[in-house]
């Protein structure tokens, strides 16, 4: 839910109480939590990436896929690792590492990891690399950008340039 921080303040319990301001309606979900501990996480609000972009990169993908006689899994994941900004690099110890790919490549189809050697001993860089399920707009339009640049390098068509900046450009907005 979309929101912002009103204030903090200190209790007399010395316990901190954060104050915010929602967009949606919270009430059902207060009722029912008031009385209970409860996990809270604020981060900084960013626009969701739409659908209609997730739908016209897979088509690209898939003519991109057709032309060059790949799979269109390798094409996606290729484009991905591409990008920058949708990855964190991680070291970690080197018995440790392949459990760590092995369940972070669990959570999708464009999530993937990659190692390289570490300067500690006994330890491995692993880059992790987010999948697009994930992305914002901003991330969602580079990788189409991406996925446009390669179509248009292969001679095939794509959107022009004014409907492909009103895709990428649409986000969900909370109402």
Known sequence: MRGRLIDLSVGFNGKQRLLLELDG??????????TSD??????????????????????????????????????????????????????????AAAKLIENWCKNGLG????????KIDGCVNVTLYYGSSTYDTEQMSSLINSLVDTAKSLGIETMPPEE????VGAYDRPN
């Open 25 to 34: 309606d919270f009430k059902n979900d207060f009722d029912t939590l008031h």
């Open 38 to 95: 409860v996990e809270i996480s604020v981060k900084k609000f960013r626009h969701k990436r739409s659908l209609d972009a997730n739908g016209y990169a897979w088509v690209l993908i898939d003519k991109i896929a057709a032309l060059m006689k790949m799979n269109k899994l390798e094409v996606y994941k290729d484009h991905i690792r591409g990008l920058g900004g949708v990855s964190q690099t991680v070291c970690v110890q080197d018995y």
């Open 111 to 118: 999530w993937q990891a990659e190692t390289f050697k570490s």
């Open 164 to 167: 492909l900046n009103s895709l």
